[in-house]
């Protein structure tokens, strides 16, 4: 059973427009969501990170936007480089629990040049 | 960078032989973790641990032991390995406050 989910596989985004990359998790219990990069070859590398009491993070050219009663987190990248085309992953975590990190599937961005 | 190294980096071994993955961290986090990256399932939680001596079983721990005797070293283990288990494997660690997680550069285990 996948309690984090990431529907779309692949995303490809001219430079310069906005990435928009969703992620869905089934556990309502969840309170910390964070966001991963992995260019290939490498570890991921951490991006940007959401606690359940906000609905926006912002850090640069990334926001992540949380959407606690559809049970919904999107990344928004603006204005996507080149150089963002890697995979990313999202994540999930219960703070109060066992602190298993649980991630989605992974969505591919190609930012086209 | 966070101080994660993974051993080997590289493996090829034959189906039914055992296989042991090292994880060593210099940051002294509590938390540690094996996951397992494969095309269209992501990172998949293996074994984590949440101190010296505590572990746990993750998402897909079937065929996979873990062990830490010490702090800094956490040791995935193959007890004999199958093709199902070629993957590449990211050992993570976590102070655990509600942080980030940080990853190893990966091991690339081929089992053949």
């Known amino acids: 059973d996948q309690q984090v989910k990431q529907n779309s596989p692949s995303l490809s985004v001219q430079e310069g427009r906005i990435s928009i990359l969703n992620c869905d998790y089934t556990?309502?219990?969840?309170?910390?969501f964070l966001w991963y990069k992995k260019y290939p070859a490498e570890g991921p590398t951490f991006l940007i990170s959401i606690s359940s009491i906000k609905d926006k993070n912002e850090d640069g050219r990334f926001t992540v936007f949380l959407n606690k009663s559809a049970k919904h987190l999107s990344l928004h990248i603006v204005p996507s480089q080149p150089g963002d085309s890697a995979v990313y992953f999202c994540?999930?975590?219960?703070?109060?629990?066992?602190?298993?990190?649980?991630f989605g599937t992974g969505t591919r961005l190609k930012v086209l040049a | 960078d966070a101080g994660i190294t993974q051993s080997p980096r590289h493996k090829v071994t034959e189906t039914g032989t055992p296989v042991t993955l090292r994880c060593h961290q210099t940051?002294?986090?509590?938390?540690m973790y094996w996951y397992r990256q494969d095309p269209g399932h992501g990172l998949r939680l293996i074994h984590y641990?949440?101190?010296?001596?505590?572990?746990d079983k993750g998402e897909v721990s079937d065929g996979y032991s873990v062990s830490r005797s010490k702090t800094e070293d956490f040791l995935l283990t193959l007890e004999s390995a199958t093709s199902s288990q070629t993957s590449v494997y990211f050992c993570?660690?976590?102070?655990?406050?509600?942080?980030?997680?940080?990853f190893g550069e990966g091991s690339w285990l081929t089992v053949v």
């Open positions: 994540a999930a975590i219960l703070t109060s629990g066992t602190y298993k990190y649980i």
């Open positions: 940051e002294n986090h509590r938390y």
């Open positions: 641990s949440y101190g010296v001596k505590d572990t």
């Open positions: 993570a660690i976590s102070q655990g406050d509600g942080n980030t997680i940080y």
């Open positions: 556990n309502s219990m969840f309170d910390y």
